[in-house]
């Protein structure tokens, strides 16, 4: 059967559908959104754009370029690079012998593009949709559909030295995001170290990246069902688990990682000694960017992807300034760190990602961070729920007190536009001053300029402060000047 007889039985089918139907063939369907993806009204998506306008100006100051790839995938992209999270990617339908899917993260499209185009040198950051077919909750700031706010710097330089850039960025974005106090916590793993400790542990080389999936649960879950996950699931003997609970527990500074460059079992792992060299050598870098005061060396992160190579680290935030919260779908949430988000950022080295990509395997060192920005949004957006937000950036109503003025104020209005100064009119020929006003007040505009028949046989416009209701008359070629330096910090 060809593809138009193909659709022409569709038709049929749907046409005799409608007609079983009855009513005309229309139906009645629940108005929702997707499971696992929200529509955002115009106070929050200020704050979003708010949030947004931290990062790329942090990103930028680190002197960081952007780029953009397609938010699918070839399917064998992205198989095989997210260890047991693979299930969560969401699969397309063939199209035109194409097996596709929808990107999980924009770390391996990265690294895709780096192999593709032969780059291996870049400093970039990418912050665009992301999709997982996960469980989702919304309270907590985990949907299908999210942002991420990715910055990676690919190349060959001197260990450590980007991986510490890394973290100052978290921890200037944190800042000034002003969330309340937060810990770089689990910062300085390395999956070196990881991979070293269940070696000296007994952990069979098979099961390293499996039991690193398990560990990871440790800040969702007590060590106890952790423990009989790797021993009921993963199989690893009791003793085993025992003797990696007792580092999975650690956490410190650089005492820690000294203490541990003597251990007498790690001290016999040379991939975890030179882990643990390269911790204290970043922990050098960060004393002089002056974050340690937020940096706890964990042993306890063991991120499952499986394309890190080196340091991983994620953010979490300590303080209680946001209440518990129950999610709808899943009942009440985890407590994590007396905060219903979760982790707020994260990221680690994956310096073989981009050579699983180039045909003959060459490797570009890469390190980069995530920020969470759905997750710091269901902060934001809690901290603010009682607070009123200006949705507009608005600087000046044109208005008018008496009739048969609107050519007047489309006049003032363009003359507004076109030097830059952001305006409103009122679509009524002849809107009542009360109402113009009114509006003002509702959405927060600072200014209004009033025209009416007096004002332009003086060649004045009467411009109001809409605080203090203080007016005065502007001589009309200095209008727009008055407006920018009255509205520059607005």
């Known amino acids: 059967?060809?593809?138009?007889?193909?659709?022409?039985?569709?038709?049929?089918?749907?046409?005799?559908?409608?007609?079983?139907?009855?009513?005309?063939?229309?139906?009645?369907?629940?108005?929702?959104t997707p499971k696992g993806t929200r529509d955002y009204n115009p106070k929050q998506m200020a704050i979003r754009e708010k949030v947004f306008n931290t990062i790329f100006n942090c990103f930028k100051r680190h002197g960081a370029e952007t780029i953009d790839t397609p938010v699918f995938e070839l399917k064998e992209t992205l198989t095989g690079k997210y260890g047991e999270d693979s299930k969560l990617i969401y699969d397309l339908k063939d199209q035109g012998g194409e097996l596709l899917s929808l990107r999980y993260d924009l770390t391996v499209p990265f690294a895709r593009y780096l192999a593709m185009n032969k780059i291996t040198n870049i400093k970039r950051y990418h912050i665009a949709k992301v999709y997982r077919r996960d469980n989702p909750?919304?309270?907590?700031?985990r949907y299908r559909e999210f942002y991420q706010c990715d910055f990676d710097i690919a190349g060959q330089y001197?260990?450590?030295?980007?991986?510490?850039?890394?973290?100052?960025?978290?921890?200037?974005i944190l800042s000034e995001l002003e969330l309340g106090d937060f810990r770089i916590k689990n910062c300085e793993n390395d999956v070196r170290i990881l991979d070293g400790m269940f070696a000296v542990c007994g952990v069979p080389d098979e099961k390293f990246r499996t039991v690193c999936s398990t560990v990871d649960k440790l800040d969702k879950l007590p060590w106890e069902e952790v423990k009989n996950e790797m021993v009921k699931e993963k199989g690893l003997p009791e003793e085993v688990a025992d003797q990696i609970g007792g580092y999975v527990s650690l956490q410190g500074g650089m005492d820690l990682v000294e203490r541990l460059l003597e251990d007498p079992k790690l001290s016999k792992s040379s991939d975890a000694v030179a882990g643990l060299k390269d911790i204290k050598q970043l922990f050098v870098y960060l004393q002089l960017f002056r974050i340690t005061d937020k940096v706890a060396f964990d042993l306890s992160l063991a991120r499952?992807?499986?394309?890190?190579?080196?340091?991983?680290?994620?953010?979490?935030?300590?303080?209680?300034?946001?209440?518990?919260?129950?999610?709808?779908?899943n009942g009440p949430g985890v407590e994590e760190a007396s905060v219903s988000v979760g982790s707020i950022a994260g990221g680690g080295r994956y310096d073989g990602l981009v050579g699983m990509f180039d045909p003959k395997g060459r490797k570009v060192p890469c390190v980069g961070v995530s920020i969470g920005i759905e997750r710091i949004f269901?902060?934001?957006?809690?901290?603010?729920?009682?607070?009123?937000?200006?949705?507009?950036e608005t600087q000046v109503m044109v208005a008018s007190a008496?009739?048969?003025?609107?050519?007047?104020?489309?006049?003032?209005?363009?003359?507004?536009?076109?030097?830059?100064?952001?305006?409103?009119?009122?679509?009524?020929?002849?809107p009542k001053l009360l109402s113009q006003l009114q509006h003002c007040e509702d959405t927060g505009i600072p200014l209004v300029a009033i025209l009416g028949e007096q004002e332009?046989?003086?060649?004045?416009?009467?411009?109001?402060n809409v605080t203090t209701r203080e007016e005065l008359n502007i001589p009309r070629d200095s209008l727009i000047e008055e407006i920018k330096k009255r509205t520059a910090d607005c």
């Open 1 to 32: 059967m060809t593809i138009p007889q193909i659709d022409e039985e569709v038709a049929r089918l749907l046409q005799l559908k409608a007609q079983l139907d009855g009513d005309d063939g229309k139906q009645t369907f629940v108005l929702k």
């Open 137 to 141: 909750a919304m309270t907590r700031g």
């Open 158 to 172: 001197d260990p450590m030295i980007p991986d510490a850039e890394c973290l100052k960025i978290v921890h200037e």
């Open 304 to 329: 499952g992807l499986d394309y890190y190579t080196g340091v991983i680290y994620e953010a979490i935030l300590t303080q209680a300034g946001v209440p518990q919260t129950q999610d709808p779908q």
């Open 378 to 392: 269901s902060i934001m957006e809690q901290k603010t729920s009682a607070e009123k937000v200006r949705t507009t």
């Open 402 to 430: 008496q009739k048969n003025l609107l050519e007047e104020r489309l006049k003032l209005t363009a003359e507004l536009w076109d030097a830059g100064v952001k305006a409103e009119v009122m679509y009524k020929k002849n």
């Open 456 to 464: 332009l046989k003086d060649g004045v416009v009467k411009l109001r």
